[in-house]
């Protein structure tokens, strides 16, 4: 077993080697899983996104003033007045700067701020989490299936917080959303088990996964939920992970419509136009080609 003290941190993002890689990490699984056919616009035919909605935008920089509050914390550094707004603030602008942000009925761009402020002042006042050993740590390793069989590709995980507790090694994983998680999300969630095995394939170290769920209520409130991977529940990842990639392999990209995939897609149109795959793509680059010109 392996005893980790502390661990260098890393930037936010996957490195541009990691990623050069041809990898899984969970927003892919989680993306096709959700809505393959939405898959398939924006990582197949690759089509920009022209917004962002502002649900997604406040959950970014929210990780970023959290990141930053973190990362003060692990280097028992001085935590300046507004230093974690600023953070927060900062990482809005860089969203803005990307693409625009599309609103809510009813909301306007200062709510959003607000809100994302408030949040962050709301978990500041909770009492710190103690003996960080990383933040926003990239993670790189391998997937296997429950026959024992290793995949082609890796696993890159991003792990909000790693840190112990009287327990032992513990993820911490931060979510900003409109009601309070239940019980059953934080244990069948596909994302705990990517996360966990990351982090014991890493350490060869059993760790517990807690979600921390900034709830954005009329009165806000932080939320704990701590769940647990077992084995079986690691080794079905892999099957999971391969399954997806044989869907993909063979094609297999349809719409899953519901109220939640479908309200604020950035691909609505896209959708509602689609009439096959192969339809799709010569749209795609017939559209890239009048770019071009």
């Known amino acids: 077993m392996k005893t980790i003290d502390r661990i260098v941190p890393t930037a936010t993002y996957p490195s541009e080697r990691a990623l050069s890689r041809p990898h899984w990490s969970y927003s892919q699984l989680n993306g096709y899983l959700r809505c393959p056919l939405q898959y398939f616009f924006e990582r197949v035919l690759k089509l920009e996104r022209p917004f962002v909605p502002s649900a997604m935008a406040l959950g970014s920089a929210v990780h970023e003033g959290l990141a930053e509050y973190h990362r003060r914390l692990q280097q028992q550094s001085e935590i300046p007045d507004r230093c974690v707004q600023q953070a927060f603030l900062n990482a809005w602008g860089r969203s803005e700067g990307r693409q625009p942000v599309q609103f809510k009925d009813g909301e306007t761009r200062d709510d959003a701020i607000a809100q994302g402020v408030g949040l962050l002042e709301l978990y500041l006042q909770e009492p710190p989490p103690e003996n960080i050993l990383a933040v926003e740590q990239e993670m790189m390793v391998p997937l296997h299936t429950s026959n024992g069989k290793f995949l082609d590709k890796p696993l890159i995980a991003v792990i909000d917080l790693l840190h112990r507790d009287d327990n032992g090694l513990m993820v911490s994983e ?120």
Request: glycine share 4%; charged share 25%.
């Open 174 to 293: 931060f979510k900003t959303s409109g009601r309070r998680y239940s019980e059953s999300e934080a244990a069948t969630t596909l994302q705990a088990s990517c996360y966990v095995h990351a982090v014991q394939e890493r350490f060869d170290e059993s760790v517990g996964i807690r979600y921390v769920v900034l709830v954005k209520t009329k009165k806000p409130a932080v939320q704990y939920l701590n769940t647990a991977r077992c084995d079986s529940d690691l080794s079905r990842l892999g099957d999971v992970v391969q399954a997806v990639e044989r869907a993909i392999e063979a094609e297999a990209f349809y719409p899953i419509e519901s109220p939640m995939n479908c309200a604020g897609c950035a691909f609505y149109r896209q959708c509602r136009e689609w009439k096959g795959c192969n339809s799709a793509r010569r749209k795609a680059q017939e559209h890239a080609e009048v770019a071009t010109c």
